[in-house]
């Protein structure tokens, strides 16, 4: 047999050699599909599921396929995870694709967002390893830019919690004092309008009628009987007691000089107080004595049933009924604090000379915001043991823009109150503004009550892509931020009809008004919006020329 092949033998192998070496053909993006479309941020991410299809007779039976997705953007790029498929030949566990019948392929990417992807594309990248070769397909572009609407959300925009002040203009303070009867009796004796309550209750009214910052609102007489003896007999002691009573104040502030309003009533049988008394004594058997009160409503009956307590009924005449023998004198007295005009001036010529809660009310009351700023700095110096000082100040700083130093001073306050729910909240905004979301919860989580926590969260559900829960959390809010949750939830009319109620509208407002107008196809909507919007922050122009919601509006003219 001749060891030399024969003709049509040698062109059979070179024609099998040549097919055996030949290179996959590029794809194009007909092949690919890709959901959402167009690529959305959110919560932070970009993420999609790209479905494609590799076409009949085209996946060489000895290839290995790696599909990489890329986000392309001017400044450079980004890798996602690459995806392996391989022939029908190879050997591995990758999902194979039939030479013949082709296959699909689904690939969920995922990208950390940045902003330089607003204006981007999403490319497939194939690389192919065929027996000993190796090469490059071109790759193949499947969506154009990133939809970042929620991005707007903007936590530097959130109120900080105030550590509020507790100043109060008028102080209600209350002073009372007891003349006690003898049994049966209703003349005041000499020694009880000596006693220590009466002569202390005394001093305070002709204080509070001579200075400046008091003034008496009102005094009362209450006068009472003991609940024991004739309901007639009583009624007639406790009205004498409160005769005798009023005569002898009219007849002090007489000498005093003093007008005030003065009112008087009496009680026949003082069975409430009787009760209260005996609930606090050490009287053996009180609890039986309280549940007479309880089963007899008819004063007469219930004087009976307690007589007939004879063990302790000595003990109730010896140390309960003797208290209940009087005439209660109370006075309302009124602490007239500084006016407005008498803290500000003292804030500016002797800020040291005001208490805490004044240079804090001050602030309150100060509507610029260099003059505010500088009254917390002030408290922060003369009371620097108050955490209030401290957390106000980070607020200015907060809202201005200086997230550094309000960091810094939300620390110190911290440190002074660490249990503060106000410093926790504001600690937690610091930490949604630098992307930490986990600690932002959790210090939203301890904030409590805190009223502005909600705004807070609402801002923190869009970072984190859960626009229904923002939307709850916001409630009623007129902001911005509100107003965003709710057009992610595709709730236009409710998010027009918030961004109508901001106080202040801002470049903001009028973008997220010309974002409605896109959405529902209003063109005047969106010219008139952006005009304005561009007006009050000229970058929102660079950022509308980027923005896929006005993709299919001129805004040249703008």
């Known amino acids: 047999m001749s060891k030399k092949l024969s003709f049509p033998l040698l062109l059979l192998c070179l024609f099998a050699l040549v097919g055996c070496n030949k290179e996959m053909a590029p794809l194009t993006a007909d092949y690919f599909k890709v959901n ?18 590799f076409p009949e007779k085209y996946f060489d039976k000895n290839a290995v396929v790696t599909v990489t997705p890329y986000m392309v953007y001017a400044e450079g790029e980004t890798a996602g995870t690459p995806f392996v498929y391989q022939g029908e030949k190879v050997q591995g566990n990758d999902q194979t694709i039939s030479y013949k019948a082709g296959g699909v392929i689904t690939m969920p990417v995922a990208f950390k ?38 991005e707007l959300a903007n936590a530097g925009t959130v109120n ?46 002709r204080e509070a009628n001579e200075a400046e910052n008091l003034e008496i609102e009102n005094v009362n007489i209450s006068s009472y009987a003991s609940p024991d003896g004739d309901m007639d007999l009583n009624t007639r002691i406790a009205e004498g007691r409160e005769n005798n009573t009023l005569k002898m104040l009219k007849k002090q502030w007489k000498k005093d000089k003093i007008e005030a309003d003065l009112t008087a009533e009496f009680t026949a049988e003082d069975w409430e107080g009787f009760r209260e008394l005996v ?51 109370t006075a ?38 260099a003059a505010k700023t500088d009254i917390y700095k002030k408290v922060t110096e003369i009371y620097p043991n108050d955490y209030r000082g401290y957390n106000n100040l980070g607020m200015m700083y907060y809202k201005a823009g200086n997230y550094t130093n309000a960091a810094r001073l939300f620390d110190v306050a911290a440190k002074l109150a660490p249990e503060s729910a106000e410093v926790t909240m504001n600690q937690g905004l610091i930490d949604l503004n630098n992307g930490e979301y986990n600690e932002a919860a959790a210090a939203f989580g301890k904030a409590g009550q805190v009223p502005e926590v909600n705004e807070a969260l609402g801002v923190y559900y869009i970072k984190k892509g859960d626009y229904n829960a923002a939307v709850r959390a ?26 109508a109620a901001i106080p202040a509208p801002d470049a903001t407002t009028y ?27 000229a970058n929102m122009r660079e950022a509308a020329a980027k923005d896929l919601e006005f993709a299919k509006f001129n805004l040249s003219e703008i």
């Not at 003292?346 to 915001?369: C, G, H, R, S, W």
């Open 113 to 150: 967002y940045i902003p330089e992807m607003q204006k981007s594309g999403l490319y497939l990248a194939f690389n192919i390893q065929q027996g000993k070769k190796a090469y490059e397909l071109p790759r193949v572009k499947v969506a154009e830019g990133v939809l970042a609407t929620a």
């Open 279 to 329: 609930a606090a004594s050490d009287i053996q058997d009180k609890n039986l004595i309280l549940r007479v009160l309880e089963m007899y409503n008819d004063p007469e009956q219930r004087e009976r049933e307690i007589k007939n307590l004879s063990s302790i009924y000595g003990d109730l005449a010896e140390e309960i009924l003797p208290q209940l023998r009087r005439s209660r004198i």
């Open 474 to 499: 916001f409630g009623e809010a007129k902001t911005n931020n509100a107003a965003l949750a709710q057009i992610m939830v595709n709730d236009y009319n409710k998010a027009r009809t918030t961004l």
């Open 36 to 53: 959402p479309s167009p690529l959305e941020a959110k919560g932070g991410m970009v993420t999609a599921t790209v479905t494609g299809t």
């Open 332 to 369: 309302s007295i009124n602490v007239i604090g500084k006016s407005d005009e008498e803290i500000k001036e003292l804030v500016a010529t002797a800020p040291a000379t005001l208490t805490v809660d004044e240079l804090l009310y001050a602030a309150a009351i100060e509507k610029n915001n």
């Open 160 to 205: 900080p919690a105030i550590a509020a002040d507790k100043f109060q203009r008028i102080i209600k303070e209350t002073y009372s004092a007891d003349i006690k009867f003898l049994i049966q009796q209703t003349n005041i004796r000499a020694q009880e309008l000596k006693s220590d309550d009466m002569t202390a209750l005394n001093a305070q009214l």
């Open 511 to 537: 973008y997220l008004l010309a974002v409605l107008g896109a959405r529902t196809n209003n063109v005047q909507m969106v010219t008139s919006n952006l005009r304005q919007s561009f007006r009050l922050d």
